[in-house]
T-cell receptor
Framework: RKEVEQDPGPFNVPEGATVAFNCTYS??????FFWYRQDCRKEPKLLMS???SGNEDGRFTAQLNRASQYISLLIRDSKLSDSATYLC????????FGQGTELSVKP | ETGVTQTPRHLVMGMTNKKSLKCEQH?????MYWYKQSAKKPLELMFV???????ENNSVPSRFSPECPNSSHLFLHLHTLQPEDSALYLC???????????FGPGTRLLVL
């Protein structure tokens, strides 16, 4: 089983849609998680950290479900500029990256 | 954004060549990393340096040889590579090994 598993997509959604990605992790002892965003042919950049209580940053909401060992990212009112690959990351002394979920927002 | 720079941005090399990738960070960080990103695969951590000391080698073949002369610079020396080594090589840095990592733009490598 992969350490960090994501649905690779692609997710094709219209502008204004709400889209959610899930990511599962295998190590129940892991404490820290992040979502990174990677644009086509660019480097990954931190989008947001994921806290146990859930956290929100504008249109983006990240949540952690320890019982089921998954984290989620919700994007509301999606914009064309949200098109990218979203990487789920587990921190366990080092960063473990998921394969990424590709999002394409269409006009 | 010039926090982490990498050169060259693109590299084509033959299997018998020797080349080096360079990474420089201007963020005052203490930890630096090399990652490999192949198409449709997760980022693979290759090496970790913390305060110039190598703290992790993720079973990387010896044809990849890292060098960290100081906390701001990281090199990846390449020799006798294989076509399957073609990938995007990303450098990253962080304040310490458990803090947020900042990535450079990467070197896109093609081995012929």
């Amino acid at each position: 089983r992969k350490e960090v598993e994501q649905d690779p997509g692609p997710f094709n959604v219209p502008e204004g849609a709400t889209v959610a990605f899930n990511c599962t992790y295998s190590n129940s002892a892991s404490q820290s998680f992040f979502w990174y965003r990677q644009d086509c042919r660019k480097e990954p950049k931190l989008l947001m950290s994921v806290y146990s209580s859930g956290n929100e940053d504008g249109r983006f909401t990240a949540q952690l479900n320890r019982a089921s060992q998954y984290i989620s990212l919700l994007i509301r009112d999606s914009k064309l500029s949200d098109s990218a690959t979203y990487l789920c990351v587990e921190e366990r002394g080092k960063l473990i990256f998921g394969q990424g979920t590709e999002l394409s927002v269409k006009p | 954004e010039t926090g982490v720079t990498q050169t060259p941005r693109h590299l084509v090399m033959g299997m018998t060549n020797k080349k080096s990738l360079k990474c420089e960070q201007h963020l005052g960080h203490n930890a630096m990393y090399w990652y490999k990103q192949s198409a449709k695969k997760p980022l693979e951590l290759m090496f970790v340096y913390n305060f110039k000391e190598q703290t992790e080698n993720n079973s990387v073949p010896s044809r990849f040889s890292p060098e960290c002369p100081n906390s701001s610079h990281l090199f990846l020396h390449l020799h006798t590579l294989q076509p399957e080594d073609s990938a995007l090589y990303l450098c990253a840095s962080s304040q310490d090994t458990q803090e947020t990592q900042y990535f450079g733009p990467g070197t896109r490598l093609l081995v012929l």
